[in-house]
């Protein structure tokens, strides 16, 4: 069961002062290092006898972990106050099946109460050296701090790079809220492109991306800057762009650089995959507005 799921489990079971003292080790732990059981009491605002006992529990239920005289969240108690977020906002009532996992983010199905279903996306990068960190103790606070700062900050990114390109476009996923390391979604019923599905109009669905391209770069001022077949996905007839955290403003000194490797590893992936042969250079000056036409 992965962390996520442990996470959803453990969701109702938590007395308060086991919140307040996980709240006051997020805390502690993204601003302060590794807090001792001092600190954490300060923190948590709970007399150091409670914050003993809560901590206690916290370790059994996997959502934190001793680190010499000190303690750090876990994977798991991240995603845990995450999913208690959104709760908290009514968005989501259950964790649903696993969608799909990639090298740093896995995909939750998300059922609100009223029946309807989101995509939850949780961050995971670095997560083979998170990992080592509960093997070790030499820098283990800058190593989770790292991580911590990572993942978090990818959902950010993600949340609001989507936020801009929000009603430009179908072909962009709508972001409905982010927590920590996670970012809730509009479910899309597809898949990547580097499967090689098939395709009612391959050259119909490459000019479509190139267009959102175009869109993103000339009205939201972004680029996606990762761009490939990994990050498209299609249902036979429609396609849409997912995967923002690495987005860059278009004023950024490199986005020539790096929306011309998107082009490329577009225009490359639809030519050997469903024969549509475009000229990488005539698409870029498309996207960029220095060409009023793809032809």
């Not at 799909?100 to 995509?119: C, F, H, M, N, R």
Request: glycine share 6%; no cysteine; hydrophobic share 40%.
């Amino acid at each position: 069961m992965s962390s996520t799921e442990n996470a959803a489990r453990a969701l109702k079971s938590l007395k308060d002062e086991e919140w307040r003292t996980l709240a006051g080790l997020e805390r502690a732990s993204t601003g302060y290092g590794t807090p001792d059981l001092g600190r954490l009491s300060r923190m948590s605002r709970l007399p150091p006898e409670r914050v003993r006992f809560a901590i206690e529990a916290l370790e059994r239920k996997g959502l934190a972990s001793r680190r010499g005289r000190g303690f750090v969240l876990t994977r798991q108690g991240v995603e845990l106050m995450a999913l208690k977020d959104y709760v908290k906002k009514d968005l989501i009532f259950a964790l649903g099946a696993i969608i799909a996992k990639g090298k740093e983010s896995d995909v939750y199905e998300a059922l609100t109460e009223e029946g309807a279903v989101y995509a939850l996306k949780v961050y995971k990068i670095g997560r083979t050296s998170f990992t080592k960190v509960r093997r070790k103790r030499v820098g283990e606070t800058a190593e989770f701090k790292s991580w911590v700062t990572a993942n978090y900050n990818a959902a950010r990114r993600e949340y609001h790079a989507l936020r801009k390109l929000e009603g430009l476009s179908p072909v962009f996923p709508k972001a409905v809220a982010y927590s920590r390391s996670t970012v809730l979604l509009e479910e899309l019923s597809g898949v990547r492109l580097s499967q090689r599905p098939y395709m009612e109009d391959p050259a119909a669905a490459f000019r479509t991306v190139v267009e959102s391209m175009r869109k993103a770069y000339s009205e939201a001022g972004l680029v996606n800057s990762d761009l490939s077949e990994y990050n498209i996905l299609t249902n036979g007839s429609s396609v849409w762009l997912i995967d923002w955290p690495q987005a860059v403003d278009a004023s950024h000194p490199n986005s020539g650089e790096m929306l011309l490797h998107d082009v490329k590893a577009v225009t490359t992936f639809f030519r050997r995959a469903y024969g549509v042969v475009a000229d990488p250079k005539k698409a870029y000056d498309y996207v960029t507005g220095k060409s009023a036409d793809l032809e």
